[in-house]
Structure formats: structure tokens, C-alpha cells
């Protein structure tokens, strides 16, 4: 009796989870995927069933539960907390690997137990695992951390305060707010703070009225409705001069404005992402930046972070501005290179890699790239000549990988876990990586 009362309530989840537009899975506590909805199937095309199979078999090809392979587990989570676990994670699918937001809600028996978890998945839109992708790129931890971030704020209407060093991506992330927001209809408006004198800033955001001054022969919008219904992105917030920022204050308090020279007040309506590369707290402490305004745009705050701090992205953000920097070209990256260049601490992170990239693209003649094209960070560091394999030899992103792993673990003097926390990867993923490549090297 009691097998057939769980048959029918299982029939009975999966088909309310068929009526819902959102891709969810139903999962028991063992890790095993009970059903999919339609949109599951339809979105993520899975030619075959996926009952019976277990939820990190399907999504990350792992032999063991995610959290045993350096990962976190929502399941596990659930299960620990008894409430809904929200984490993004890379998921493979038919599709290729893609970043994914996935939510666990626990489903419990008449004892008050949990059985059954129904898990929802959101693809990320804003961010790539591919190279070809004209989006944020990456799939370090550290890279994830701050797209879930993004994830969460962006559905909402708080402001969000982007925090890192300069050439980090900031726009770029600004913009994949916007993307996935309510507004990703409406316009996407950036305001570089820092190149604004202050004698324009006033009248460049908020605009002003015909004879508001000398040269104002008809009115101009300003770039404050210019954003009407979309997002107002102020970068550099940092640099807006302390005078003005009582101005900015009163246009988010109060969500009105006046151009300059005008006597009627206009309503604003947009969505705040503010970015800065500059300590605003120690700004507020020493008095150049308004304490109100601070708590006013950092809502959300989300630090962006150094490329140093995600080195494992390096090959794919390499291969990522080689496609748009020489689109028409088939260029390779030299093994030797990435050694060097993963050595190298880019204190001007991705704008830095972009310039240095760019260069070789125009010192290198053949379609090989080598340390010798980037003589500052290589000629620094003391690499000029290419080990192996010859510069003939194309090879893949995981070739190149394995090979810089293997090189490192011989030359580099750090342990395993050493190795691991300075990639930002977990001991267990790169244990699995080297062994993966034991393996292949074993079978040639």
C-alpha cells in the first residue's frame, strides 16, 4: 500500500512540475533524478530518459556526490538544513558546459521528513564557459562566486555598487545586471565619473533647459533620462567630487530631478549600478566621500575579482580576446606562454591581458604566440625560449592545462594544496585533473 501511495504522489509532482515554464527536476534523497519536467527536456534536450540516474552523474559527470569532488551540494545542504539551497554551478548539457542557478526545495512526508527534492535551474545568460561567447567569461570559484552574486541582485530593483581594481570588468558586469534584469528592455546608460569636469557634471547628467547659460541655445537631454526605464551606470562613483555628491544623494532619495536652468521637477526612473576601483569606506572615514550617499548606493555590494585571483580562467580569457581581438587570424597560444603569463601578477588585470594580447597579435608573424611576443611580463619573469612541445604543435585548452599543471607540481616547490589555493581550485579538483592526465598519458 504505502509503495503505491509514494507511486502515486510522485505521478502526482511530476505532473504539477510539467505544468511549470521553468526547467525542474524531481530528486529523492539518494541523489537520484525520480523525473524532468517538459521544460527541462525541451530546454536542455536530453536524448535520453534521466530516471534512475543520479543528479551529479548528469550535471558534472562526477562518480561521487558534488560536495566529494570539491564542490558544494545544494542536496547535501537541503538535507543538512531542511530549508532551500540556492547555488550556481556548472552543469553539463548537450549543449556544452554552461553556468547555471539552482534552487532545492525540500519536499517532506506526513512524519515531517524529507523524501523528495525538487530542484530548479535558471541558465545564466550574462556568462560563458565558451570563448566564442560575447558575455563575462570564466569558471574558476572565484569567478562563480561573484557571477551568483550577480544572479541574485540582478532580478531585483536594488542598487548594486561593483567593487575592484581597475580593468577587472566592471561594465561588462554592470551590463550583465542589466541584461537580467525587469529593465533589460529598457537603455543600458554608462557614466564615466572621472572624465566628467565638475563644472559639466550637473548639466551632463541631469541635463538643462534653452538659455539655462552661455552656449545653451535648446535643451538637452540629460543622461539621467536617457535612462528612463532601464539602468544608469556610474562608473568611477569614487571620483564624483564631494560638491556634487549631495546632488546625486537628493536625485536617489527622492527619485526626481530638474535640467539645469528648469523649475519643474522631472521623475527618474531607473536602476542604480554604481562601480568603483577606489576604498569607499576609508573615503568615508577621511571625510571625501558622503557617508549617506555610501550607504545609499551600496545596497548590494559585489567585489569583482583580480585576474591574479583566478588564474585557472587565464587559457579560456586568452582564447576568449584572441577571437575578438583577431577575429580572422587562427592563432595559438604557445605553452611556454601561458606558463609565463601564469606567473605574471597583471596589476592591470583583463584590460592589461587585452593590450598585452593585442601587441603580440601584431609583433607575432607566424600564428604561434610566444613568450618573446610578450616581453614584458616574460622577459620579467626571465622565459623567452619555448620549452615543448614545437611551436608546430596545435593543442587543445586541456592539453595546455594538464601540461601547466604538471610543470608546475615539478618547478614550482608547492605542495598539492599549495598548487590548488594559489589556482583557486580545490585540492579534489586538481587531483582529479592530474589524474586524468596520469591516465592519458598511460594509454599513449
Known amino acids: 500500500m504505502e509503495l503505491v501511495l509514494t507511486t502515486a504522489i510522485v505521478a502526482q509532482l511530476l505532473s504539477y512540475l510539467d505544468s511549470l515554464p521553468e526547467p525542474r527536476i524531481l530528486l529523492n534523497r539518494d541523489y537520484v533524478i525520480v523525473g524532468a519536467?517538459?521544460?527541462?527536456?525541451?530546454?536542455?534536450?536530453?536524448?535520453?530518459?534521466?530516471?534512475?540516474?543520479?543528479?551529479?552523474?548528469?550535471?558534472?559527470?562526477?562518480?561521487?556526490?558534488?560536495?566529494?569532488?570539491?564542490?558544494?551540494?545544494?542536496l547535501k545542504s537541503c538535507l543538512n538544513t531542511g530549508h532551500s539551497q540556492r547555488i550556481l554551478h556548472i552543469h553539463h548539457t548537450p549543449r556544452g558546459d554552461e553556468h547555471v542557478d539552482v534552487e532545492l526545495t525540500p519536499i517532506h512526508n506526513l512524519a515531517g521528513d524529507i523524501?523528495?527534492?525538487v530542484e530548479m535551474i535558471h541558465t545564466v545568460r550574462g556568462a560563458s564557459t565558451s570563448p566564442d561567447a560575447a558575455v563575462l567569461v570564466g569558471r574558476s570559484p572565484t569567478f562563480n562566486r561573484m557571477l551568483e552574486q550577480v544572479s541574485r541582485a540582478a532580478p531585483s530593483q536594488a542598487d548594486v555598487l561593483l567593487l575592484g581594481e581597475s580593468g577587472t570588468g566592471k561594465e561588462l558586469v554592470a551590463q550583465a545586471v542589466h541584461d537580467a534584469s525587469q529593465r533589460s528592455s529598457g537603455p543600458f546608460i554608462a557614466v564615466d565619473c572621472s572624465s566628467l569636469p565638475e563644472n559639466l557634471f550637473e548639466s551632463e547628467?541631469?541635463?538643462?533647459?534653452?538659455?539655462?547659460?552661455?552656449?545653451?541655445?535648446?535643451?538637452?537631454?540629460?543622461?539621467?533620462?536617457?535612462?528612463?526605464?532601464?539602468?544608469?551606470?556610474?562608473?568611477?562613483?569614487?571620483d564624483i567630487p564631494l560638491g556634487l555628491q549631495v546632488k546625486l544623494l537628493r536625485l536617489l532619495e527622492t527619485a526626481t530631478f530638474r535640467r539645469v536652468g528648469g523649475i519643474e521637477p522631472l521623475r527618474a526612473d531607473f536602476r542604480l549600478v554604481a562601480a568603483t576601483h577606489r576604498d569607499l569606506k576609508r573615503m568615508v572615514n577621511d571625510g571625501s566621500f558622503r557617508r549617506d550617499l555610501y550607504y545609499r548606493i551600496s545596497t548590494f555590494p559585489i567585489l569583482l575579482p583580480a585576474l591574479r585571483e583566478r588564474m585557472e580562467d587565464l587559457p579560456l580569457l586568452m582564447e576568449a580576446l584572441l577571437k575578438r581581438i583577431a577575429p580572422g587570424k587562427k592563432l595559438i597560444i604557445h605553452p611556454s606562454t601561458l606558463l609565463c603569463l601564469s606567473n605574471y601578477a597583471f596589476p592591470g588585470n583583463i584590460r592589461e591581458l587585452r593590450n598585452l594580447i593585442e601587441r603580440a597579435t601584431l609583433l607575432?608573424?607566424?600564428?604561434?604566440?610566444?613568450?618573446?611576443?610578450?616581453?614584458?611580463?616574460?622577459?620579467?619573469?626571465?622565459?623567452?625560449?619555448p620549452t615543448a612541445p614545437t611551436p608546430d604543435a596545435v593543442m587543445t585548452l586541456e592539453e595546455v592545462e594538464r601540461q601547466y599543471l604538471r610543470w608546475q607540481l615539478q618547478h614550482s616547490g608547492l605542495s598539492r594544496k599549495e598548487l590548488a589555493q594559489r589556482l583557486g581550485i580545490s585540492e579534489r579538483t586538481l587531483f582529479r585533473k592530474l589524474e586524468h592526465a596520469h591516465a592519458e598519458l598511460n594509454t599513449q
Open 37 to 74: 519536467n517538459l521544460a527541462y527536456m525541451e530546454r536542455y534536450g536530453h536524448s535520453q530518459s534521466l530516471a534512475g540516474r543520479r543528479c551529479y552523474e548528469v550535471s558534472h559527470r562526477y562518480q561521487r556526490p558534488c560536495d566529494e569532488e570539491g564542490e558544494s551540494c545544494p
Open 115 to 117: 523524501e523528495f527534492f
Open 205 to 238: 547628467l541631469f541635463g538643462y533647459e534653452k538659455g539655462a547659460f552661455s552656449g545653451a541655445t535648446q535643451r538637452k537631454q540629460g543622461l539621467v533620462e536617457a535612462a528612463n526605464g532601464g539602468t544608469l551606470f556610474l562608473d568611477e562613483v569614487g
Open 364 to 385: 607575432a608573424d607566424g600564428n604561434v604566440l610566444l613568450p618573446e611576443h610578450f616581453p614584458d611580463p616574460c622577459a620579467e619573469l626571465g622565459i623567452s625560449e
